[in-house]
């Protein structure tokens, strides 16, 4: 069973907000991940850390922000959320070594 | 055109019946990852693999190299098993992952 954890896994906000996506692990993996999905679509990285004051943007071009300032958590935030950011993000990280991932539950967001 | 290819897009079988779902990979891999995601949304990572063939349960993963091509197979299809089946190449590290759009599975009683 994974332990890595994705919260909230619902939020619905008015436009303008500011949001914070938490994910915590408990694996001690350095390398975690961000993606976001649409409904139907496939996963695409938008931010990456290979541990601690380490992190790159992703494939995907993303209005979003994360940090890493602990091994075992990294959140992401929209300062200002827009109906455009309305969308599944799922957090991830992988064991060292084998590369094998795990997912966390992922965090539906609906901006109105 | 997707660097993943994926097929069918949707399948539905009956209970026990033998299902193969085909991923297609036009990059150089290291590995090949193939993902469950069930309708609450959260994946579960069910098979690793650069080469040769993995199983697990009723849960069979191939992987061809050199046809660029790899086959998940799931023996006796239970309800549960229904789902969408993620195929994601890896040119490097997990960061250099590129996924497949998914098939998704029905399995009827």
């Known amino acids: 069973e994974a332990d890595i954890y994705q919260t909230p896994r619902y939020l619905v906000i008015g436009t303008g907000k500011k949001i914070t996506l938490e994910c915590s692990q408990t694996m001690g993996h350095d390398k975690m991940y961000w993606y976001q999905q649409d409904p139907g679509m496939e996963l695409h990285l938008i931010h990456y850390s290979y541990g601690v004051n380490s992190t790159e943007k992703g494939d995907l071009s993303s209005e979003s922000t994360v940090s890493r300032i602990r091994t075992e958590h990294f959140p992401l935030t929209l300062e200002s959320a827009r109906p455009s950011h309305t969308s599944q993000y799922l957090c991830?990280?992988?064991?060292?070594?084998?590369?094998?991932?795990?997912f966390g539950e992922g965090s539906r967001l609906t901006v109105l | 055109k997707n660097e993943v290819e994926q097929s069918p897009q949707n399948l539905t079988a009956q209970e026990g019946e033998f299902i193969t779902i085909n991923c297609s990979y036009s990059?150089?891999?290291?590995?090949l990852h193939w993902l469950q995601q069930h309708p609450g949304g959260g994946i579960v990572s069910l098979f690793m693999?650069?080469?040769g063939k993995k199983k697990h349960g009723r849960l069979i993963a191939t992987i061809n190299i050199q046809e660029k091509h790899s086959s998940l197979h799931i023996t006796a299809s239970h309800p549960r098993d229904s789902a969408v089946y993620i195929c994601?190449?890896?040119?490097?590290?997990?960061?250099?992952?590129?996924f497949g759009t998914g098939t998704r599975l029905q399995v009827t009683l």
């Open positions: 991830a990280s992988s064991r060292q070594g084998t590369g094998e991932l795990f």
């Open positions: 693999l650069s080469s």
């Open positions: 990059v150089g891999i290291s590995a």
């Open positions: 994601a190449a890896s040119t490097g590290t997990a960061s250099k992952l590129t």
